[in-house]
């Protein structure tokens, strides 16, 4: 059965992440950097895929939410919690870099919220290792989608890039420590879904 006060904290945590500005517990990296000059293009491609990271953070929020509030396991909770507090602090992150470029989040955050936390839900109700799996496996896909923003970020934009580069660090830590706590292997063919439905996000979130 449920936990009343964990369904009410997962609401309430919905309506911040979504309402209310992030605030970071680690200082923003390449905070200290200038900002580089870049033409009107590069300017808005950064902000185009930082939107993307954003929106990405967004539905990290939902998942690690909705699948701590259905977990059996109060180790696998407590490391789903911990990976989404480091994902608040990506998040403020990649929002006070689309405000440094000019750019905006996007449009749909609500509704790339909803269906994040309903899938993170149904995930933890198939059971902790196959819950700590999906975390794994979420964020073995995210790191690679990272790797892609590095290769097409402009070169002299080293403030994204220093963002960047940090969530993934902490995207490779978070997959280990699913691993550590016993995640399955997911089937092949879940993997492919996960990734159709990261590919529709990327794209519909790098214009809306």
């Known amino acids: 059965m449920l936990d009343l006060d964990r ?36 300017r808005d491609l950064a902000a185009s895929l930082m939107r993307v990271n954003h929106t990405g953070e967004i539905c990290a929020q ?5 699948q701590a509030l259905t977990a059996r396991n109060a ?9 989404a507090a480091e994902e608040t602090d990506h998040l403020a992150w990649t929002a006070q870099r689309i405000d440094e ?16 936390f309903a899938l993170g839900a149904a995930a933890g109700l198939l059971g902790d290792k196959w819950n700590l799996g999906f975390l794994a ?9 990272l790797e ?9 934009d080293e403030k994204s890039r220093a963002i960047v580069n940090e969530m993934k660090v902490d995207e490779a830590r978070h997959a280990r420590t699913a691993i550590d ?22 794209r519909t979130a790098y214009w809306i």
């Open 7 to 42: 369904v009410i904290t997962a609401f309430d945590t919905g309506l911040r992440t979504l309402l209310a500005p992030a605030h970071s517990a680690r200082a923003v990296p390449g905070e200290a950097l200038a900002e580089p000059a870049m033409t009107v293009t590069e």
């Open 137 to 145: 496996e979420t964020e073995r896909q995210v790191e690679g989608h």
């Open 181 to 202: 706590h016993g995640a399955a292997e997911l089937p092949a063919p879940v993997k492919a879904a996960m990734k159709l439905g990261s590919r529709i996000m990327t």
């Open 148 to 156: 892609g923003h590095l290769d097409r970020l402009p070169a002299q």
């Open 62 to 66: 939902a998942l690690y939410q909705g």
């Open 101 to 116: 470029l000019g750019g905006r989040a996007s449009y749909l955050n609500p509704l790339w919220y909803a269906g994040s």
């Open 75 to 83: 180790d696998a909770r407590a490391a789903l919690e911990q990976a």
